[in-house]
């Protein structure tokens, strides 16, 4: 599992969540000058929940997968840019309350040749294949997207926690912390919500 991400965003707005990072990427400009843009790899999702009527979801769903690949890379004024590896899946779908949902065919396969020798034998013309091994293997992967919309509502005045510690007393006199031996921090009450927080509508 890369992630596991919980994001909540009002009926009809748009969310976004990246899980990877960000590379410069150099732009030539007008003036023969270089600049610099950012660009994201990793996996990138993008949704805009509508609640319907009846607790019904409708969900328009963007993923998007990339990495860095080296060897489709190209050199702007002796910098070198990396190219990217991306897999793209658009859906729109409509779910209920709780449901979950996968996204697949984010399919990827990657061939790789490894050449070993026999130091100097192996750069023999002809013979030269006698004493090198050539090995490839070819990896296939799929990403799959799990998305589960809940609807919640937000907290009631009484439901709203209080900061931490504040029903600690941290501070006990020396009589009753070494003989009495009361610490009123094991003693702490402990905060209990009156109704279900962020509970399914």
């Not at 990339?66 to 702007?76: A, L, Q, V």
């Not at 790789?112 to 130091?119: A, D, E, G, I, N």
């Not at 090995?135 to 709203?160: Q, Y």
């Amino acid at each position: 599992m890369l992630a596991e991400p919980r994001i909540t965003v009002l009926s009809g707005q748009q969310a976004e969540f990246l899980s990877g990072g960000e590379v410069p990427i150099p732009i030539a400009q007008n003036n023969n000058r270089i600049t610099l843009e950012f660009k994201e790899y990793g996996i990138k999702l993008v949704f805009v929940p509508t609640v319907l009527g009846g607790e019904v979801i409708d969900m328009r769903v963007y993923v998007e997968y990339s990495e860095i690949d080296p060897t489709t890379g190209t050199s702007i004024t002796g910098i070198e840019v990396p190219g990217f590896k991306v897999r793209k899946s658009d859906t729109h779908l409509r779910v209920d309350n709780g449901m979950t949902f996968a996204m697949a065919g984010l399919l990827s396969e990657e061939s790789v040749y490894t050449r070993s020798q026999v130091p100097l034998l192996g750069d023999i013309p002809v013979i030269g294949a006698l004493f090198s091994h050539t090995t490839h293997t070819r990896e296939e992967s799929e990403l799959m997207i799990f998305v589960t919309p809940k609807l919640v509502r937000p907290l009631a005045p009484d439901e709203v926690p209080p900061p931490p510690g504040a029903f600690e007393d941290n501070n006990p006199n020396d009589f009753e912390l070494y003989w009495l031996g009361l610490d009123h921090r094991a003693g702490s009450r402990t905060w209990q919500p009156s109704g279900a927080v962020g509970a399914e509508r």
